[in-house]
């Protein structure tokens, strides 16, 4: 309860400035529409996704890895009757949950600066819990193998340098065709898809099959996350 005026600021103040330099800065170079929309209605929906997902990502990583050994609260859980696969679990919705507050936060954002094109945006935070579904699963597993806090460093440089690839500032189209399959092999750009359809209101079939995947995806890693963490906690 302290710490929520905190908690609350990082989504509010990001995105404004993010809009301000890729919305209008870059946007105001991009002459002709992207994908069919304005380029600050294409670029919302990526700067909602990328603050919400990485909010998940952070709070599995380095959030998890306080919890479990500087401050040893995993520890002091699992010496009551909750099992390993269940504390993973909470973790993971924990995250899930605060990915939601922030799309809760951030829509009126994006809608106040005009990159909401469509009614459906109401439905944006269902792909992006889906999508902060699979970051925090993926991020607890990791979490669950390192022994040392710096080999963030390279995890998190994937985590980003990934989401360059899943079309958060330009469409996957324009990329070389060996380099689209490896984007839609990565499930956020899924999540991404998905989310900027809701926002837009530009609806295809692939959209059902993204769905799909994005959601297969992310229960076999929060599966692999819960066994994971089992075999980090206890011996």
Same mark, same amino acid.
């Given at each position: 309860?302290?710490?929520?005026k905190?908690?609350l600021?990082a989504?509010?103040i990001?995105?404004?400035? $993010?809009? /301000?330099?890729f919305?209008?800065?870059?946007g105001s170079l991009?002459a002709?529409?992207?994908a069919g929309? %304005?380029?600050?209605?294409? #670029?919302? *929906?990526?700067i909602?996704c990328f ?6 990502m /952070?709070e +599995?990583?380095?959030g998890?890895? /306080?919890?479990m050994?500087?401050q040893?609260?995993f520890?002091a859980?699992l010496? +009551? &009757?909750v099992?390993a696969?269940s504390?993973a679990f909470?973790e993971?919705?924990w995250a899930t949950t605060?990915?939601?507050v922030?799309? !809760? !936060?951030?829509?009126?954002?994006l /809608? ?5 094109? %469509?009614a459906?945006a !109401?439905?944006a935070p !269902?792909?992006l819990?889906?999508?902060s579904?699979f970051?925090a699963a993926t ?8 022994r040392?806090?710096? %080999?963030?460093n390279?995890?998190?440089s994937?985590?980003?340098?990934a989401?360059f690839?899943?079309?958060v500032?330009? &469409?996957v189209d324009?990329m070389?065709m060996?380099?689209? *399959?490896?984007?839609w092999?990565?499930p956020?750009t899924?999540?991404?898809d998905?989310?900027?359809a809701t926002? +837009?209101?530009?609806f295809i079939?692939?959209?059902?099959w993204?769905g799909?995947?994005l959601?297969?995806?992310?229960l076999?890693l +929060?599966?692999?996350?819960?066994h994971?963490?089992?075999?980090? $906690?206890? #011996?």
């Open positions: 309860m302290r710490l929520w905190m908690e600021a989504p509010l990001e995105p404004v400035f $993010m809009i /301000f330099a919305g209008w800065g870059v991009v002709s529409r992207v929309v %304005s380029y600050l209605a294409f #670029v919302g *929906a990526g909602l603050a919400v997902i990485s909010r998940a /952070f +599995t990583t380095y998890s890895y /306080f919890r050994v500087y040893s609260t520890d859980i010496a +009551t &009757p099992e696969e504390l909470a993971i919705m605060k990915a939601f922030d799309v !809760l !936060l951030i829509l009126p954002v /809608f106040i600066f005009g990159a909401i094109e %469509s459906w !109401l439905l !269902l792909p819990l889906a999508g579904l970051v991020s607890l597993g990791v979490t669950a193998h390192i040392d806090i710096d %080999s963030y390279l995890y998190i994937l985590f980003f340098s989401l690839l899943c079309g500032w330009y &469409p324009v070389p060996w380099l689209q *399959a490896v984007a092999a990565i956020l899924s999540a991404v998905l989310a900027r926002l +837009t209101g530009h079939q692939r959209h059902i993204e799909l995947y959601i297969l995806v992310s076999i +929060t599966e692999w996350a819960m994971s963490l089992r075999r980090r $906690m206890v #011996v």
